[in-house]
């Protein structure tokens, strides 16, 4: 096996070329990396599929996970159920030392199931390790049976995508005895911006809001506790998962797995790590945003530069569509901006606040880009937006040319 120099949470070179990082190193199990190197999303996705040519044992005594497809292509992934287990229980663990679960709290679970997509099922694994009530209806369920369901037992804790529980504040706005409360929020598939957040306070009476990060790859893996709420940094175990920042992106390395290991991943994310203790269990990470970019001929739009031009625009939610269109027999890009518009919002404003974004992305006047470009904006109803079928969750930049 060659030669293994141990380090405290530092990666050590191993024969072959690989590396790892301790408390573990089965050698059978190793993918050989060279030094340094980063795996990202498409690698991994190879590897496991190259697994099932080598391993007769591939789909045997493994949890099989579904991405949302949000990234425009679905993956499966598979790991050790032990290991699996391992890893909720670690994160509850820290759950509960923080305060941000407890066996008192009574947990209304609204997230997805079905078709391998497990959010719904990690949740309920979740409230089941920490001792407290879960009551399963899932993002199907009907809005009237969630209202029946939630006078009768009063759960404390809603939990769900951001899109599913606006659908369900929407329609509790409209009861008449809509007094509903709850003292805390989890979120976990999509980001919760401040108009959902004042929106929510307003409907469920709920000031913490805790996210949850992870995806189908590295499993839940960091939480934010009540100090952090409504803000983007999350609390990771120690013991669970080694992060490092390479060229501002997270990068993670699952310290659990010694079946189908994930090492230096690159999660497609941003962020920072934020000093602690050095003895401390818990680390901090800072997410900033996703990095992906969006190619329109040779300029490029930023994912996030977007999503930060749409906050500031007084819009209940928001879509943009990419697409190749013929237009008077000439092929044009079609940028169609889809929103669901608040009282306090103007087609102009909008119109006028998108263009001039556009128009530091791009070195030409947007005048002289419209031979190649076409903008269009559509006012839409809250259940008109586009979601995963998957996951449910709503895609806020779907490009059709792909």
């Known amino acids: 096996m060659g030669i293994i120099r141990m380090a405290p949470n530092k990666i050590v ?31 991994l996705h190879e590897q496991l599929i190259e697994l099932k040519t080598t391993d007769k044992y591939w789909n045997q005594s493994v949890y099989l996970s579904s991405s949302g497809g949000s990234g425009g292509k679905r ?17 509850v663990n820290m759950m509960i ?46 809005n009237n049976d969630i209202y029946e369901i939630i006078q009768y037992f009063k759960p404390n804790v809603l939990m769900g995508s951001p899109y599913r529980l606006m659908e369900l504040a929407l329609f509790i706005e409209k009861q008449e005895k809509n007094e509903i409360y709850f003292e805390k929020i989890y979120f976990a598939c999509e980001s919760l911006d ?40 999350y609390l990771y175990p120690k013991e669970l998962v080694n992060i490092e920042i390479v060229n501002s992106k997270i990068i993670v390395t699952n310290l659990i797995r010694k079946r189908n290991q994930l090492i230096r991943f690159d999660s497609g994310d941003l962020g920072r790590i934020i000093s602690t203790n050095e003895n401390s269990k818990y680390g901090l990470i800072e997410v900033f945003c996703s990095e992906r970019l969006i190619m329109i001929g040779n300029d490029d739009l930023s994912k996030s530069d977007i999503e930060e031009t749409m906050k500031q625009i007084d819009v209940v939610e928001w879509q943009l569509i990419i697409d190749n269109i013929s237009h008077e027999k000439i092929s044009k890009i079609l940028l169609l901006f889809r929103y669901v518009k ?23 006047p947007l005048s002289t880009l419209s031979e190649k470009l076409i903008l269009q904006f559509e006012s839409i109803q809250f259940n008109e937006l586009i979601r995963n079928k998957t996951s449910n969750k709503l895609l806020k930049i779907i490009d059709k040319r792909l």
């Open 13 to 43: 070179n191993i024969s072959r070329g690989g590396h790892y990082i301790r408390p573990y190193v089965h050698q059978q199990y190793i993918h050989c990396m060279n030094d340094k190197s980063i795996l990202t999303k498409e690698k």
């Open 75 to 91: 993956l499966f992934f598979a790991t050790d159920i032990q290991e699996n287990l391992r890893q909720r229980q670690i994160l």
């Open 97 to 142: 030392e923080q305060n941000i679960i407890s066996s008192t709290d009574i947990c209304l679970n609204l997230f997805q199931s079905g078709n391998i997509y497990r959010s719904f099922e990690i949740f309920n694994d979740f409230c089941s390790i920490a001792n407290c009530t879960t009551i399963p209806m899932g993002a199907n369920a009907n």
């Open 194 to 233: 401040k108009i959902k957040q004042d929106y929510f306070k307003r409907i469920f009476h709920c000031s913490i809001y805790i996210g949850f990060y992870g995806s189908a790859e590295t499993g839940v893996y960091a939480c934010q506790s009540p100090n952090y709420s409504s803000t983007k940094i």
């Open 342 to 364: 608040s009282d306090l919002t103007s087609n102009e404003i909008l119109g006028k606040t998108i263009q001039n974004y556009l128009q530091k992305c791009f070195e030409k």
